[in-house]
């Protein structure tokens, strides 16, 4: 899995934290720079539900949670939920949000690192979604789901590949020929390859039990699940 060379203390990149801030105020407009992400939302949620089971009672933690577009959508099939990230400003954004829709989330300004020395095998579930190609230290991040999961919990991440059809489709084609998403969204370089995140997901003691892709389709402009991962994926994984 390639890393950036530098990594700060809390496994930060003050630059990417700053991208997502300054977005903070989009992440609940469907047709705003979080487009995508609501699209998907429903295609994340049955993915996640059809490894897990139901969520209704499952105490469930959502790393990276940004504006809270997939807490809530957990919260509100029945799931105990705490959603932690870095961004105060997004964070602001999910809360006020769930004052209107009157979901309840546990909304926390926390790495995953330093809660997982709190809540070491405290969650059924937890996701880690479109969050691992923007922290400098992946791996830190997968070893902390794994201590905070309970054993037969469920860690579930997606993320991108690292390949030319993924620069191709993720970065020129989202960023600069579609506008999915704004431009600089994505660093090639942090993008992973499957076999690095089921690899660093086995050395921290998780075993793999699907990967999927997400595929987009910009004649229909509609997403699917498959299985293409040369693009985007998601990989499941449970502690045994």
């Not at 490894?51 to 949670?65: A, Y």
């Not at 807490?71 to 029945?78: D, K, L, Y």
Request: aromatic share 8%; net charge negative; with cysteine.
């Amino acid at each position: 899995m390639q890393n950036s060379p530098q990594t700060t203390p809390s496994n930060v990149d003050v630059a990417e934290l700053e991208k997502f801030s300054e977005s903070a105020a989009h992440w609940w407009d469907p047709e705003g720079d979080f487009k995508p992400l609501h699209a998907i939302n429903p295609l994340r949620l049955q993915w996640i539900q059809q490894q897990t089971g139901p969520l209704h009672n499952q105490t469930i933690l959502d790393v990276g949670c940004g504006g809270g577009i997939l807490s809530e959508a957990m919260a509100r099939e029945g799931g105990h939920v705490t959603g932690i990230d870095l961004a105060p400003e997004s964070l602001t954004v999910a809360r006020l949000h769930g004052l209107e829709s009157g979901i309840t989330v546990d909304y926390q300004e926390i790495s995953a690192e330093a809660l997982a020395t709190q809540k070491s095998a405290h969650y059924d579930i937890i996701t880690c979604m479109e969050m691992l190609e923007h922290v400098p230290d992946p791996a830190a991040i997968i070893q902390a789901c794994a201590t905070l999961v309970k054993p037969r919990g469920h860690v579930l991440f997606s993320t991108l590949n690292r390949n030319p059809k993924s620069f191709l489709f993720a970065i020129l084609g989202a960023e600069y020929f579609l506008n999915l998403v704004p431009r600089g969204t994505h660093s090639y370089h942090r993008f992973i390859q499957p076999s690095e995140l089921a690899g660093a997901s086995r050395d921290s003691g998780l075993t793999v039990t699907a990967v999927t892709g997400l595929n987009y389709n910009p004649l229909t402009k509609t997403y699917k699940l498959s299985q293409d991962t040369s693009v985007n994926y998601l990989l499941a994984t449970q502690k045994l």
